[in-house]
């Protein structure tokens, strides 16, 4: 019989840390003051991951949800205004690590740095990665790195008129961030001009691009200068339903590791698609440091790269994060404080050979407006090994736990196995309910066969 456990002993550990933490304590004094950036079930993966370091002295999240507040000081200030470097100071924070993409591209990494702490957000100007898909283009064209055939208009129109020329099946991509949503896969030159004329690319500029048949992986990497240290790859499900069909979401689920792109490959693709980039960016004068994740497709002709993303992954960091062994701040730090290179010289990182799967249980609605406020049953029952992490809930003060947004909660489970992961994930969604709860049935199904 599993035990039954009411919430993570690490949960215990770190309030009785917080317990004791010194108000007075001066920068540099033992233990590690840590920020975490974002609201969602990333950021409860890293805080998490971060509350078993034994170096980690407090967390604090900005703004942080209803799970959060179980274990981390949960912040309620804007992350982008001034508030937050006032917060940083008051808090004596050692180390900020960011997750949601606008913010990265908003140049919080460039704001924080100024308090002359460690952050893990790339500046803004090396984010461009992310934020403008046609300077990602250009960027691998001039690196040498394998990506789809590409052309870029100066909005939509413009595109409209370069779809008279052709047929046949198109990808059509907004060059801003779009919130997932500025990319359509068309079959055809009708759905392609639907796509234009739906709305969602917004007044930008547009990419036509060479559609790319394969399977995908998404592999995150530390970039500090042209030091490249890949993460154990992982796999999204992007698509609401079960065989990959209805709308796209910010993800469904995921699981590391994947067969698409086993561990042991994980150096070699990250030389033939991060390091030329992270080399790129050094020349053109502006560094990247922080999380770079590239999103692949293995075709026929091998790793092509769809896109570059200057975050962690939501839903990758659920089943990767859990993954690292050692002193997860400490590598965070040294990356954060442009000594990645030095320090995975004395330390190298270490992966653990478990299994990840995470299964997100979604609101009702969603992709689209999802219902929201109501209570989430069930996350007491989980068994050891099982985690519920939060992605979109709020806390009541009588401890009650209701629904936020589109994908509530994570259920992360490890095992041995990706199938006994697999398994034990589907378990403990099973057991978390509340109205028009739903979730994809076949996370990590492949892998469950093809990975053991
Ligand atoms: P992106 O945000 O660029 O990764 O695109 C989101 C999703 O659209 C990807 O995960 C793929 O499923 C799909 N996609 C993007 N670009 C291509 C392409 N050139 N060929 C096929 N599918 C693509
Ligand atoms: N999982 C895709 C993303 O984080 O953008």
């Known amino acids: 019989m599993r035990r039954l456990l009411g919430r993570d002993s690490v949960f215990d550990i770190i ?6 933490r010194s108000p007075g304590r001066g920068a540099g004094a033992p233990g590690l003051n840590c920020l ?9 993966a890293i805080a998490w991951r971060l509350a078993r370091d034994a170096t980690v002295a407090t967390i604090d999240a900005v703004p942080g949800n209803g799970g959060m507040a179980l274990f981390a000081r949960v912040v309620d200030i804007p992350a982008d205004g001034d508030a937050l470097e006032q917060h940083i100071a008051s ?3 050692d180390l900020a690590i960011v997750g949601p993409d606008d913010l990265v591209a ?3 990494g460039d704001r924080l740095r100024r308090a002359d702490i460690a952050v893990v957000a790339p500046s803004r100007e090396a984010a461009r990665v992310e934020w403008s ?5 250009e960027l691998m064209d001039e690196a040498g790195v394998p990506s789809a055939a590409w052309t870029a208009y100066p909005d939509a129109a413009a595109a409209r008129i370069a779809l008279e020329e052709r047929d046949g099946p198109v990808v059509v991509k907004a060059d801003g961030l779009a919130r997932g949503k500025g990319v359509f896969v068309a079959g055809d030159r009708e759905e392609a001009l639907a796509a234009l004329d739906s709305g969602a690319l917004g007044k930008g500029a547009v990419l036509l691009e060479e559609p790319l048949a394969g399977d995908e992986a998404s592999l995150q990497t530390l970039v500090d200068g042209e030091t490249v240290v890949p993460l154990p790859p992982a796999r999204d499900h992007k698509r609401a339903g079960d065989g990959d069909t209805g709308p ?11 067969s698409v792109l086993p561990d042991d490959e994980a150096r070699d693709v990250a030389e033939a698609t991060v390091a030329p980039i992270a080399r790129a960016l050094a020349r053109r ?11 692949l497709m293995r075709t026929a002709r091998g790793f092509a790269v769809l896109e570059y993303n200057a975050r962690f992954g939501d839903p990758e960091a659920e089943v990767v ?3 690292i062994e050692g002193d997860f701040a400490g590598l965070m730090r040294a990356l954060g404080e442009g000594r990645l290179a030095e320090h995975v010289g004395a330390s190298p990182p270490s992966f653990s050979d478990r299994a990840f799967v995470d299964v997100v249980v979604c609101a009702q609605g969603y992709p689209g407006a999802p219902r929201t406020g109501d209570r989430v049953e069930g996350l007491e029952e989980l068994p050891e090994g099982v985690y519920a992490f939060h992605g979109a809930t709020r806390r009541a003060p009588d401890g009650s736990v209701t629904t936020s947004g589109g994908r509530a909660i994570h259920v992360v489970a490890g095992g041995a196995s990706v199938a006994e992961a697999r398994t034990l994930a589907y378990e403990a969604a099973a057991r978390i309910r509340f109205p028009g709860a739903f979730y994809r049935h076949d996370i990590a199904a492949r892998e469950a066969v093809a990975v053991s």
Do not use: H, Q, W
Request: net charge positive.
């Open 36 to 44: 975490v950036v974002g609201a969602d079930g990333r950021a409860y």
């Open 91 to 93: 808090a004596r924070i």
């Open 106 to 108: 908003s140049g919080l």
């Open 321 to 323: 994060l859990p993954r």
């Open 248 to 258: 796209n979401t910010g993800g469904m689920g995921a699981v590391s590791p994947t």
């Open 133 to 137: 898909k046609r300077f990602a283009k």
């Open 285 to 295: 004068g502006t560094p990247y440091r922080g999380v770079l994740y590239a999103g």
């Open 15 to 20: 309030r009785e840390r917080r317990a004791a």
